[in-house]
């Protein structure tokens, strides 16, 4: 059995490719998005978009919740180069018409590097409430425009999982890990295979003693439910 564990809200397009491959599977969202209001300083920061040497997008949700406050100004500043932290990510922004780099290593490590590389001085980071790790790893003057909030899911029902004799859980965020480890006994990790979608995610679930992990190609859902087939197949 497939476990998808992502937000409702980017959940069902996996969910899709699920059913197109005919797999037996359940969807039990871990965490949830809510659209968060920027605040009004840094809706201000969009007016001076040429100012900066590019814009960031640190996540999916940071592109459906923010776009529209970029595209509302991006006619003035479609120079502007975009960076994207990852293959979903620069996917999503595909879909909408904007083009986007991504780093070699699909996280804020990857970021900076990129960043130092092209001498960037100045970013728009569009992120989550919680600030973007990114800002401890390069001198460039980032600044931030919040759209979003990632909370831990209250009405898991974690029995579905438990009473699986076998499982192959799809984890895409650090959260997701962890409120999973919160809530399985030693003996309920076991039974579990988890297919990680970046190599830090793995090394944290290793740290956590899951036994079997298996990282993904990318964090693209094809990858992920690629390296999910195998293990069901």
């Known amino acids: 059995m497939i476990v998808n564990t992502r937000p409702k809200e980017i959940g069902e397009k996996t969910n899709n490719l699920l059913i197109e491959l005919k797999c037996n599977f ?8 809510k659209k968060f209001e920027p605040p009004g300083a840094s809706k201000i920061l969009l007016d001076k978009l040429g100012n900066y040497d590019a814009v960031i997008f640190t996540s999916q949700s940071a592109v459906n919740f923010g776009i529209k406050f970029f595209q509302e100004k991006f006619e003035t500043a479609k120079y502007i180069p975009v960076i994207s932290i990852g293959l979903a990510t620069q996917s999503c922004l595909n879909e909408l018409g904007i083009s986007s780099d991504v780093p070699k290593t699909f996280n804020s490590e990857g970021i900076s590097n990129l960043i130092k590389k092209r001498a960037y001085r100045k970013c728009l980071v569009f992120c989550g409430d919680k600030s973007p790790q990114l800002i401890s790893m390069t001198n460039a003057e980032i600044d931030l425009f919040p759209c979003y ?85």
């Not at 359940?26 to 998005?33: F, S, V």
């Not at 965020?173 to 990790?189: A, D, G, H, P, R």
């Not at 297919?195 to 990282?215: G, H, Q």
Request: charged share 30%; net charge negative.
């Open 149 to 233: 909030k990632s909370q831990d899911n209250k009405s898991i029902d974690f029995e579905r999982i438990k009473k699986l004799d076998a499982s192959v859980i799809l984890i895409y965020t650090y959260q997701s890990l962890e409120i999973l480890v919160k809530n399985l006994t030693t003996y309920e990790m076991e039974k579990i295979i988890l297919i990680c979608a970046s190599e830090r995610i793995l090394k944290l679930a290793l740290n956590y003693n899951f036994k079997d992990c298996v990282l993904a190609e990318s964090p693209l859902d094809k990858d992920i439910l690629d390296a999910a087939m195998k293990m069901i197949y």
């Open 26 to 33: 359940i969807h039990l969202p871990l965490t949830e998005i």
